[in-house]
């Protein structure tokens, strides 16, 4: 009878703690980037491909990075760095212009550990607004500078400074703002994010993206996030931290919570085509978009990894 208690005990323990397991795993590390989003274009086998195997590029710098223990902050910066630099996304090089023919650009990154961020906005001569951004965040006491201003702090932080005729290419449309989003090996999370904005935006328009909350979010509680899309009602429905407050306050899952901002709260406002990618402290994933498509590219520890754009 004894031996009966004890076989059925340890039954009962073996299946509690597996279940357990299965449920709780937490991922050592993950990343999420995008490259905007937007109404789906008919697209010929071999440039999908081109975009696939970009995006995998950049998600190969980051996933390198953080398989060796590198920090969440790096990986995003590292990653949205090379993004401004390839010439077929809409941030640093490639960024849209303004009515003007202008090219300004908005960046930010936000630290989950302690809840520091840094934002430029209106660059207009900084090569990658996104080391701006950080240099803000770490080597001044505020959040956001603009135009001239977040130029010259750039410029003093030794950030190569080019003309605005850089930024331009023959690309007349080219695929969206970037974002990476990273949960890292000490459990860490940072938001990267960096656009040329709105295409034939006015000069001195400001979007979501270096609006903490809005387009860029990070808290290690809860989430990091990062969004494309049209900015205007991005920082009115104030996605991100709304993503982040879901989570915090409603206890819903990452994939409730983006989908909740994304399908309820965004969808029903009139013009409001974008989407979030998100990762959670525990690193899950949330990649959400009302839009045709967009690109984005995910990998975890635990061996996910992908690209889509549709
Ligand atoms: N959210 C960006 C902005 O409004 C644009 C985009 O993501 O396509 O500036």
Known sequence: MKKNFVILFLFSFAFIATNCVKKGVKEEWAIVLHGGAGSAKPMEPHVRQFYLDLLDQALEIGTSMLQEGA????????????LEDCPFFNAGKGAVTTMEGIHELDAAIMDGRNLQAGAVAGLRDIKNPILAARHVMEDSPHVLLIGEGASAFAAQMGLTVVENSYFSTRDPDPNGTVGCVVLDKNGNLAAATSTGGMSGKRWGRVGDVPVIGAGTYANNHTVAVSGTGHGELWIRRCVAFDISALMDYKGLSVEEAAAQVIFEKIDPMEGSGGGVICVDKEGNI????????????????????GAAIE
């Not at 920090?71 to 090379?82: C, F, I, K, N, S």
């Not at 949330?286 to 990894?305: K, L, Q, V």
């Open 286 to 305: 949330a990649m959400e978009f009302n839009t045709g498509m967009m690109y984005r590219a995910w990998a975890t520890a635990g061996g996910e990894r």
């Open 71 to 82: 920090d969440a902050l790096d990986v995003a910066t590292q990653v949205v760095v090379w």
